[in-house]
């Protein structure tokens, strides 16, 4: 009953009237940002963040979580009918997605994922409710060393494992970790890379940066990509998949939620991760892989499973580690810590109602998502009508006013369009803004937490490798960081081989065709 107490309690929690509500906000408007190609939960949540200061903490996350998730089944809508996705993790759903519309199928694609969407979230909360309890607990045993040693490898895993060019990731998180540090040393007071200017003695706001890079730097970005779009069909029919159709996708979404669900776990893993992995192995298993990409369920079913679970159950790492998993859940850390709550193992005991009542909100999130989904599917082809053109200079000024409010500064608002202009040219250069964020939200836990850990071990850094815990985390990151560069050289000295080997038989034959 201990256990099933707080749970239960939490229920109450989210039927409040006002949480209710905001749960419903927050759906909706993640369903309708996902139907906006380029402008995702990363940018929504940055860009409403300034609106939740004046709502109580549970009921902030609540509604940014509706977005996260509502956001993902969103995606999927642009990724059908007009092959652009409107999320990150609804790209793969564009293969088979895009062609069962062009087949008179978009009602069937959208209802399939609609239903996997459901389950796999669903599947993925009952499992963030067993589990989120254990890991905390486990959490308890962390110190400095333990904490910098996973802050360390979760910067990393997203360098590598996030979407993009490995060394452009890593240029990014190092741009993080650099902006982390701007503003007074922590245990000495003195003024790093300040210049002089007496508004970042404090150091950077986490909330205009995540405004500019995420925000204004994807609506720049959005304008210039929406032009290529095709154009949305003026009906959408059958929503409701045959049962023929629910049989051939049940497999794709029993293995996509399992798949999401621990890959969702991983720093660096997320929703996009997932939903790419479940198509790969989909088509692996499938008896006419052929099929993909000509319109197989299972190629709209898996993904948009596996997306939904991963993006659940990405709260576990946040909520009982305090470390973000992904760059949407980097946000979410920082919504929290400007509430004044701070994630971590601690939450559990400290704060039952926020935990539970996120936790469970979910459940009630899912529901929601799954009853508007499909009926509102003829509102959303209508919204995809609407012109960039109108849209993108309505939200910018809408982000620049949010970030006025903040603190009524117009520093502020220089920031986000520094950042803005900043996250506009990473996109257009491939340099993906997930790693900057994270990596500038887990600079200060690293930089603590390791300065601390050297003053216990008295500046010994092998001091990291007595404890069991720490020592475990940086042998994977070592593995981590070495492993590929390992496979690359192997990779080479075996296709150098196999050249010399085919270069001398094609000496010995020119030889016995000279005798």
């Given at each position: 009953?201990?256990?099933?107490?707080?749970?239960?309690?939490?229920?109450?929690?989210?039927?409040?009237?006002?949480?209710?509500?905001?749960?419903?906000?927050?759906?909706?408007?993640?369903?309708?940002?996902?139907?906006?190609?380029?402008?995702?939960?990363?940018?929504?949540?940055?860009?409403?963040?300034?609106?939740?200061?004046?709502?109580?903490?549970?009921?902030?996350?609540?509604?940014?979580?509706?977005?996260?998730?509502?956001?993902?089944?969103?995606?999927?809508?642009?990724?059908?009918?007009?092959?652009?996705?409107?999320?990150?993790?609804?790209?793969?759903?564009?293969?088979?997605?895009?062609?069962?519309?062009?087949?008179?199928?978009?009602?069937?694609?959208?209802?399939?994922?609609?239903?996997?969407?459901?389950?796999?979230?669903?599947?993925?909360?009952?499992?963030?409710?067993?589990?989120?309890?254990?890991?905390?607990?486990?959490?308890?045993?962390?110190?400095?060393?333990?904490?910098?040693?996973?802050?360390?490898?979760?910067?990393?895993?997203?360098?590598?494992?996030?979407?993009?060019?490995?060394?452009?990731?890593?240029?990014?998180?190092?741009?993080?970790?650099?902006?982390?540090?701007?503003?007074?040393?922590?245990?000495?007071?003195?003024?790093?890379?300040?210049?002089?200017?007496?508004?970042?003695?404090?150091?950077?706001?986490?909330?205009?940066?995540?405004?500019?890079?995420?925000?204004?730097?994807?609506?720049?970005?959005?304008?210039?990509?929406?032009?290529?779009?095709?154009?949305?069909?003026?009906?959408?029919?059958?929503?409701?998949?045959?049962?023929?159709?629910?049989?051939?996708?049940?497999?794709?979404?029993?293995?996509?939620?399992?798949?999401?669900?621990?890959?969702?776990?991983?720093?660096?893993?997320?929703?996009?991760?997932?939903?790419?992995?479940?198509?790969?192995?989909?088509?692996?298993?499938?008896?006419?892989?052929?099929?993909?990409?000509?319109?197989?369920?299972?190629?709209?079913?898996?993904?948009?499973?596996?997306?939904?679970?991963?993006?659940?159950?990405?709260?576990?790492?946040?909520?009982?580690?305090?470390?973000?998993?992904?760059?949407?859940?980097?946000?979410?850390?920082?919504?929290?810590?400007?509430?004044?709550?701070?994630?971590?193992?601690?939450?559990?005991?400290?704060?039952?109602?926020?935990?539970?009542?996120?936790?469970?909100?979910?459940?009630?999130?899912?529901?929601?998502?799954?009853?508007?989904?499909?009926?509102?599917?003829?509102?959303?082809?209508?919204?995809?009508?609407?012109?960039?053109?109108?849209?993108?200079?309505?939200?910018?000024?809408?982000?620049?006013?949010?970030?006025?409010?903040?603190?009524?500064?117009?520093?502020?608002?220089?920031?986000?369009?520094?950042?803005?202009?900043?996250g506009y040219l990473m996109k257009k250069f491939g340099f993906e803004p997930g790693p900057?964020?994270?990596?500038?939200?887990?600079?200060?836990?690293?930089?603590?937490?390791?300065?601390?850990?050297?003053?216990?071990?008295?500046?010994?850094?092998?001091?990291?490798?007595?404890?069991?815990?720490?020592?475990?985390?940086?042998?994977?990151?070592?593995?981590?960081?070495?492993?590929?560069?390992?496979?690359?050289?192997?990779?080479?000295?075996?296709?150098?081989?196999?050249?010399?080997?085919?270069?001398?038989?094609?000496?010995?034959?020119?030889?016995?065709?000279?005798?």
């Open positions: 009953m201990d256990f099933f107490n707080p749970v239960i309690n939490g229920f109450s929690v989210v039927l409040e009237p006002m949480n209710l509500l905001y749960c419903l906000i927050g759906v909706v408007i993640g369903m309708l940002i996902g139907v906006l190609p380029g402008l995702g939960p990363a940018a929504t949540i940055a860009i409403l963040l300034p609106l939740t200061y004046s709502v109580e903490p549970v009921t902030a996350i609540i509604m940014l979580a509706g977005i996260f998730y509502g956001a993902q089944y969103g995606g999927t809508i642009t990724s059908v009918l007009l092959r652009l996705p409107g999320e990150a993790s609804s790209v793969v759903t564009v293969f088979d997605g895009y062609q069962m519309a062009r087949q008179g199928r978009a009602g069937t694609a959208l209802g399939l994922a609609a239903i996997g969407s459901f389950i796999g979230g669903t599947a993925a909360i009952i499992g963030l409710t067993f589990l989120a309890p254990v890991v905390a607990g486990f959490a308890l045993d962390f110190g400095p060393a333990e904490y910098s040693a996973l802050a360390l490898l979760g910067i990393l895993l997203v360098a590598t494992i996030s979407g993009g060019t490995k060394a452009k990731a890593l240029i990014a998180a190092a741009v993080g970790l650099l902006l982390a540090t701007v503003g007074r040393d922590v245990f000495t007071g003195e003024s790093r890379f300040t210049f002089g200017s007496l508004q970042l003695a404090d150091g950077i706001d986490f909330v205009p940066i995540a405004m500019g890079l995420f925000g204004l730097g994807e609506i720049l970005y959005n304008l210039e990509e929406r032009h290529r779009a095709a154009k949305a069909p003026s009906k959408v029919s059958n929503v409701w998949p045959s049962r023929s159709d629910l049989k051939q996708a049940s497999g794709a979404i029993t293995r996509g939620s399992v798949l999401g669900f621990f890959l969702g776990i991983l720093p660096g893993g997320g929703a996009t991760i997932a939903s790419m992995a479940s198509y790969a192995m989909e088509k692996k298993r499938a008896k006419q892989p052929e099929r993909f990409g000509r319109g197989a369920p299972e190629g709209v079913a898996g993904p948009e499973t596996a997306n939904n679970a991963a993006a659940t159950s990405s709260f576990i790492p946040l909520l009982t580690l305090g470390i973000p998993a992904n760059a949407t859940m980097a946000l979410m850390f920082g919504a929290l810590l400007i509430q004044g709550v701070t994630p971590g193992p601690q939450l559990v005991e400290q704060n039952p109602d926020l935990f539970w009542g996120v936790v469970n909100s979910m459940y009630i999130g899912n529901i929601l998502l799954l009853i508007m989904s499909l009926p509102l599917v003829g509102i959303f082809v209508r919204i995809l009508r609407v012109r960039a053109a109108i849209l993108a200079p309505i939200t910018a000024l809408i982000t620049l006013l949010g970030a006025y409010t903040i603190n009524n500064s117009m520093f502020d608002v220089t920031l986000v369009v520094f950042f803005g202009v900043l900057l964020v994270l990596a500038f939200v887990l600079g200060e836990l690293l930089e603590s937490s390791l300065r601390r850990s050297l003053l216990v071990f008295g500046g010994d850094p092998t001091g990291f490798f007595t404890r069991p815990i720490s020592a475990t985390l940086l042998v994977v990151f070592i593995l981590v960081a070495v492993l590929p560069g390992i496979r690359s050289m192997l990779a080479k000295r075996k296709g150098t081989t196999a050249a010399a080997a085919s270069a001398g038989n094609g000496t010995n034959q020119n030889i016995k065709e000279k005798v």
